[in-house]
């Protein structure tokens, strides 16, 4: 990790989970500044400073007190820019209230909205000629092949297929595709979207949320005549949006071809196994937003990262002496319900395969360590 002084330049950052933004930004030179939910132990010994936002993973970040969290936070420190995470596609509005007190790096509120609503992203695809499922706003009369997702919801715990689930206000209901999950990530500026690279993903299901986030592996090939399709469609909805900075874009690839998802507008899962110290990619963000030139990093080999999942609850989290290639580390004596994440693990390799093999294999290993203290 490179040197950071007191005298280096303070980015704020705040998200649900913040500790890869921080690894991020520490890369890139800067002295991280920490709003999460979590306050994980590494995120601690990242951070210059850190703060806990209220909400939940559940309910989202709680915007009643945000301003006067971060204001706590920054008390003497003039941070360069405000670098949002996670949590913030469901209460767009909040990134309006953070970009009238801090200088915002990101998408803005209205940029956000419009690739967050459903309805709008279908007619949009429509538009712009890229393959989308069918969306609605209300459940479908025949329920089979159909999911439902919550408007602005990440990591995959809030999708689930529209049988047997109730209907709750803030869901919409999108039509399933069969096939494997591809993420793109790119770099947005102007009227073009510049794809940094390709990921595989992976779910990690429980009996409620057969969805939920496992894992993603940084992919060393993909198709070149995909990969052109998928570079005009992100340059056609970024030219539509307003889209800037790190964002990516997820893909189902199977039988009835690519299928576009939804966008992230703001670095997401995958920063782990894109980033590194010698191309530091928030750098290359804030040089997207403030219209400077940019450049894509290449890569050797494949990266993976997964998450470990408490699958009992924990009343009293032990003390561990965390191996290499693991962060967000669960702070001791946290307590955690039955899926709670409890931590991120990391591999490397000479290909995806193998990469992926062994953060798997490592998810189940780390489990070892706490085990002993569910109740």
Same mark, same amino acid.
């Given at each position: 990790?490179?040197?950071?002084?007191?005298?280096?330049?303070?980015?704020?950052?705040?998200?649900?989970?913040?500790?890869?933004?921080?690894?991020?930004?520490?890369?890139?030179?800067?002295?991280?500044?920490?709003?999460?939910?979590?306050?994980?132990?590494?995120?601690?010994?990242?951070?210059?400073?850190?703060?806990? *936002? %209220? @909400?939940?993973?559940?309910?989202?970040?709680?915007?009643? $007190?945000?301003?006067?969290? /971060? !204001?706590? #936070?920054? =008390?003497?420190?003039?941070?360069?820019?405000?670098?949002?995470?996670?949590?913030?596609?469901?209460?767009?509005?909040?990134?309006?209230?953070?970009?009238?007190?801090?200088? *915002? %790096? @990101?998408?803005?509120?209205?940029?956000?909205?419009?690739? $967050?609503?459903?309805?709008? /992203? !279908?007619? #949009?695809? =429509?538009?712009?000629?890229?393959?989308?499922?069918?969306?609605?706003?209300?459940?479908?009369?025949?329920?089979?092949?159909?999911?439902?997702?919550?408007?602005?919801?990440?990591?995959?715990?809030?999708?689930?297929?529209?049988?047997?689930?109730?209907?709750?206000?803030?869901?919409?209901?999108?039509?399933?595709?069969?096939?494997?999950?591809?993420?793109?990530?790119?770099?947005?500026?102007?009227?073009?979207?510049?794809?940094?690279?390709?990921?595989?993903?992976?779910?990690?299901?429980?009996?409620?949320?057969?969805?939920?986030?496992?894992?993603?592996?940084?992919?060393?090939?993909?198709?070149?005549?995909?990969?052109?399709?998928?570079?005009?469609?992100?340059?056609?909805?970024?030219?539509?949006?307003?889209?800037?900075?790190?964002?990516?874009?997820?893909?189902?690839?199977?039988?009835?071809?690519?299928?576009?998802?939804?966008?992230?507008?703001?670095?997401?899962?995958?920063?782990?196994?894109?980033?590194?110290?010698?191309?530091?990619?928030?750098?290359?963000?804030?040089?997207?937003?403030?219209?400077?030139?940019?450049?894509?990093?290449?890569?050797?080999?494949?990266?993976?990262?997964?998450?470990?999942?408490?699958?009992?609850?924990?009343?009293?989290?032990?003390?561990?002496?965390?191996?290499?290639?693991?962060?967000?580390?669960?702070?001791?004596?946290?307590?955690?319900?039955?899926?709670?994440?409890?931590?991120?693990?990391?591999?490397?390799?000479?290909?995806?395969?193998?990469?992926?093999?062994?953060?798997?294999?490592?998810?189940?290993?780390?489990?070892?360590?706490?085990?002993?203290?569910?109740?």
């Amino acid at each position: 990790m490179p040197a950071v002084s007191k005298n280096s330049p303070a980015i704020l950052i705040v998200a649900v989970s913040g500790r890869s933004l921080a690894a991020a930004a520490r890369r890139a030179g800067y002295r991280p500044l920490v709003a999460d939910l979590f306050g994980d132990s590494d995120t601690i010994a990242l951070a210059d400073r850190t703060a806990r *936002l %209220a @909400g939940s993973l559940t309910d989202g970040i709680d915007s009643d $007190k945000i301003i006067e969290i /971060l !204001s706590d #936070l920054t =008390r003497g420190e003039e941070p360069a820019t405000l670098v949002y995470g996670s949590g913030f596609e469901r209460r767009p509005d909040i990134i309006a209230t953070l970009a009238q007190r801090f200088p *915002l %790096a @990101g998408n803005s509120e209205a940029t956000v909205r419009v690739v $967050k609503d459903p309805a709008g /992203l !279908s007619r #949009l695809c =429509r538009d712009l000629g890229i393959s989308h499922p069918a969306v609605g706003l209300l459940p479908p009369e025949d329920c089979e092949g159909w999911l439902t997702k919550l408007v602005g919801g990440a990591g995959g715990s809030h999708v689930r297929p529209v049988r047997g689930a109730p209907i709750e206000d803030g869901r919409y209901y999108q039509q399933f595709v069969a096939g494997r999950n591809v993420s793109a990530l790119f770099l947005a500026q102007g009227a073009r979207a510049r794809i940094i690279g390709f990921s595989r993903q992976w779910s990690s299901p429980t009996p409620s949320s057969p969805f939920r986030y496992g894992g993603a592996v940084r992919l060393m090939r993909f198709d070149r005549t995909k990969k052109a399709r998928i570079a005009a469609w992100l340059d056609g909805l970024t030219r539509a949006t307003g889209l800037i900075g790190l964002c990516s874009a997820d893909f189902i690839d199977g039988p009835a071809g690519l299928q576009l998802i939804e966008i992230n507008p703001r670095p997401g899962a995958t920063l782990d196994i894109f980033d590194s110290e010698e191309a530091p990619l928030l750098a290359e963000h804030l040089r997207a937003v403030r219209g400077q030139k940019t450049a894509i990093p290449s890569y050797r080999g494949a990266a993976a990262s997964a998450i470990a999942y408490a699958r009992h609850a924990i009343s009293r989290f032990p003390h561990i002496d965390w191996p290499g290639m693991t962060a967000d580390h669960q702070t001791p004596g946290s307590s955690l319900d039955a899926d709670d994440p409890v931590c991120t693990v990391l591999a490397r390799a000479r290909s995806a395969a193998t990469a992926e093999r062994a953060v798997k294999r490592r998810v189940t290993e780390m489990a070892e360590h706490w085990k002993e203290s569910f109740q």
